[in-house]
C-alpha cells in the first residue's frame, strides 16, 4: 500500500492506474471502524485499484462542534487499510486541501436538501462535505465511490451532486454495521462512557419498533413518529428513566456540558431528541404517507454526544410466478395481469431474444459460447412496462431500443440456441432475480417458482387438460385457415411436449410446492385473472 500526503502525488499514482482498471474510492474521516472496513472490503471485492481517504475536513464542521475533538489514530488507521488491501491511501494536510486563506469556492447542493434533518441543525455543513467529496472526486477519478447508508442525507445529496454535475462516478450506498446492541457503528461512539453506549441503544430500539409497525401494515408517517417519540419518553423502559429532555429546537444550555458523565449512574444521563422525521429517500422532503419507499431519519443527543440513525422502509410489491405447461395460457395471463396491476411483465423469452439479436449484431457464430459468454457478461439490459398488449415490454440493449428487432424471423430462428447456453443462462436468471429483488413483476415461464424466484410471494401453476389445451389450439389454426388437423393428432402433440417439458436439462417445467394450481379447462381468461386477483389479496394481507 502506498501512502501519499500530497495531491501532487496522489495525482501521478491516479495516472499510472491502467484505464482498464476500476477505481474503487472509499472517502472518510479516519478513526475507522468495522463500518468503514465494510466499505472498503467492497470496494476490494468489486474493484481493482482501491484508494482511501481520511480527511478530517474542516468545512463540514460548526463552530461549537468536535473538530479539535475528533479523534486521529492515524498508524492504526493505515495498518487497517494495508491489512484490507487498499491500494493507495490519502492522507492530506489541511493546507493541502485548502491552501489558500482566502475563501475557497463552495459546493452548493439544493437547499431543500440541506437544509432538512442534520442541515436544519449544522448549517453549512452538506456544503462543507459536497465541496470536499467534488474535490476528492476530481482528484481520484473513480469509477465507484462508496459511502455508508448510516449518513442517509449525505449519500442522498451526494447522488444528487454527481447526477447534476455529470461526475462520471458511480455512488455506491452500503448498509449500516451495528454493533450487537443495534447501536449504529461512529468514530463518535468513542466519546461515549459505557452507560451512555447503553442508552444510546435507544435510538436504534426506537426505529426497530416504528419498522416494525410498517412491517404490520401502518402507513401514517406521523403514526410512525410517535412510535419513535414515544419510545423516547417511555417510562417504563428503564434505561429511559430521568433526564430525558423531549425538545425540538435544542438547548444546548439543557445538557450538562460541565457534568463528569462517568460519574453518573444510567438514569442520570441526558437524553435529547433532535429530531426524528420520515422522509423520501432520494429527495428527503417529507411524507405523509408512505406508498413506495421511506427513510425514517432521528438525531439525539445523548449526554454531549450527537448520534444519528436511520432506517429505509420499502413497500415491496409481491413477485407473481406463473408456471406450467405451453398452451394454458401463461403468456395472455401474464401480460394482462401485468398490465391491470401495474407491475412490470418478465418477458423472460425477449430477454433471450434481446442476446440472441446482440450475438448476431456483432457477427459472431451462434454456436460460438466462449465470445457469447463474454459479450453478456456486462450486457446491459432492461425491460420497460408498455402499455400495448401485442408489444408486452420495451427491450434496450446497451441504450438502444430493440423491441421491434428481437421480433424478426432471423432472431426467432436462432434463439433457442443461444437460450441453451449456460453463461447466456445465468446471467438472464440473475438479471431476473434482479428485477425480483424490486419486486411488483409477473413472471412466466417452467421453473420460475422454483428455481428464478424460490420466494415468490404468489405461485401460480396454470395448467389445462391436453384435451382442453387441444381444443384451443384447434379453433386457433381454424381461424388461421388450417382445416387438416384433427384433434387427436393435437392431444398427441401437447401430450409430448409436455413429457419434453417436463425432462429437459434445462429448466424443466416444475410444480413448486407451495405453488397453488389453477386448471383453466373449464374458465376465460377474465375468470382466470380474477382468481389470481384474489389469491394476490390474499398473500398480501
Ligand atoms: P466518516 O469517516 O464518518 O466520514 O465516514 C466515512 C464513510 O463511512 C461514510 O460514507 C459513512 O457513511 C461510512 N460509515 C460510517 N459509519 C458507518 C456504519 N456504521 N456503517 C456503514 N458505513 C458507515
Request: charged share 25%; net charge positive; hydrophobic share 40%.
Given at each position: ?357 446482440l450475438v448476431m449484431e456483432n457477427n459472431i457464430n451462434v454456436e460460438d459460447e466462449e465470445s457469447i459468454a463474454s459479450l453478456v457478461a456486462n450486457v446491459q439490459l432492461e425491460l420497460l412496462p408498455s402499455d400495448n398488449l401485442q408489444i408486452p415490454v420495451t427491450v434496450k440493449i446497451n441504450g438502444q431500443d430493440i423491441t421491434k428487432e428481437i421480433r424478426t424471423p ?132
Open positions: 500500500m502506498l501512502i501519499v500526503t500530497s495531491i501532487s502525488e496522489l495525482q501521478r499514482e491516479i495516472s499510472r492506474v491502467s484505464p482498464s482498471q476500476k477505481i474503487g474510492f472509499v472517502p472518510t474521516m479516519g478513526a475507522l471502524h468495522s463500518g468503514h472496513e465494510s466499505l472498503i472490503q467492497r470496494a476490494v471485492t468489486e474493484t481493482d485499484f482501491v484508494v482511501v481517504s481520511i480527511f478530517v475536513n474542516p468545512l463540514q464542521f460548526g463552530k461549537n462542534e468536535d473538530l479539535d475533538q475528533y479523534p486521529r489514530p492515524l498508524e492504526q488507521d493505515k495498518a487497517i487499510c494495508k491489512q484490507l488491501g487498499v491500494k493507495l491511501l490519502f492522507t492530506p494536510s489541511v493546507t493541502e486541501i485548502y491552501p489558500s486563506e482566502e475563501e475557497t469556492t463552495i459546493v452548493n447542493p439544493p437547499t431543500a436538501m440541506t437544509s432538512v434533518l442534520c442541515g436544519k441543525y449544522r448549517q453549512g455543513h452538506f456544503q462543507g462535505v459536497a465541496t470536499i467529496v467534488t474535490k476528492l472526486f476530481n482528484l481520484v477519478c473513480p469509477n465507484v465511490a462508496y459511502f455508508g447508508q448510516k449518513d442517509a442525507q449525505q449519500v442522498a445529496i451526494i447522488k444528487k451532486m454527481t447526477k447534476d454535475l455529470n461526475i462520471p462516478v458511480k455512488v455506491q450506498s452500503c448498509p449500516i454495521i451495528r454493533e450487537k446492541s443495534g447501536l449504529a457503528l461512529s468514530s463518535r461512539n468513542q466519546y461515549l462512557s459505557s452507560e451512555e453506549k447503553e442508552k444510546a441503544t435507544l435510538l436504534y430500539r426506537s426505529l426497530s419498533k416504528a419498522q416494525r409497525a410498517f412491517q404490520e401494515g401502518q402507513r401514517d408517517c406521523q403514526k410512525l413518529l410517535q412510535i419513535v417519540k414515544e419510545e423516547f419518553r417511555s417510562p417504563q423502559t428503564p434505561l429511559n428513566k430521568g433526564g430525558l429532555n423531549l425538545d425540538n429546537s435544542l438547548n444546548k444550555k439543557s445538557l450538562n456540558l460541565n457534568d463528569s458523565l462517568n460519574k453518573k449512574g444510567l438514569n442520570d444521563i441526558n437524553i435529547q431528541l433532535q429530531y426524528v422525521e420520515v422522509v423520501e429517500p432520494e429527495t428527503l422532503q417529507p411524507l405523509t404517507e408512505i406508498s413506495d419507499s421511506a427513510l425514517i431519519a432521528i438525531a439525539a443527543y445523548i449526554g454531549n454526544t450527537r448520534l444519528i440513525d436511520n432506517v429505509i422502509l420499502t413497500v415491496t410489491k409481491p413477485i407473481i410466478a406463473l408456471d406450467g405447461p405451453a398452451g394454458a395460457g401463461k403468456s395472455t395471463v401474464s401480460r394482462r395481469l401485468a398490465r391491470e396491476l401495474g407491475y412490470i411483465y418478465l418477458d423472460t423469452g425477449a430477454m433471450y431474444r434481446a442476446i440472441t439479436w432471423r432472431v426467432t430462428n436462432q434463439v433457442s440456441k443461444v437460450a441453451a447456453q449456460s453463461a447466456v443462462r445465468e446471467k438472464m436468471v440473475a438479471l431476473q432475480q434482479e428485477y425480483g429483488a424490486k419486486g411488483g413483476i409477473v413472471a412466466e415461464g417452467r421453473d420460475i417458482g422454483t428455481n428464478v424466484f424460490p420466494h415468490a410471494q404468489l405461485k401460480i401453476f396454470l395448467t389445462a387438460t391436453p384435451q382442453a389445451r387441444a381444443k384451443r389450439r384447434l379453433i386457433d389454426l381454424q381461424n388461421q385457415g388450417e382445416s387438416n388437423i384433427d384433434l387427436d393428432t393435437l392431444i398427441k402433440e401437447i401430450e409430448g411436449r409436455d413429457y419434453l417439458d417436463s425432462t429437459r436439462a434445462i429448466a424443466p417445467l416444475k410444480k413448486a410446492e407451495d405453488a397453488i394450481e389453477l386448471i383453466t379447462d373449464n374458465l376465460t381468461i377474465d375468470q382466470v385473472i380474477e382468481k389470481i386477483k384474489s389469491y394476490l389479496i390474499l398473500v398480501q394481507s
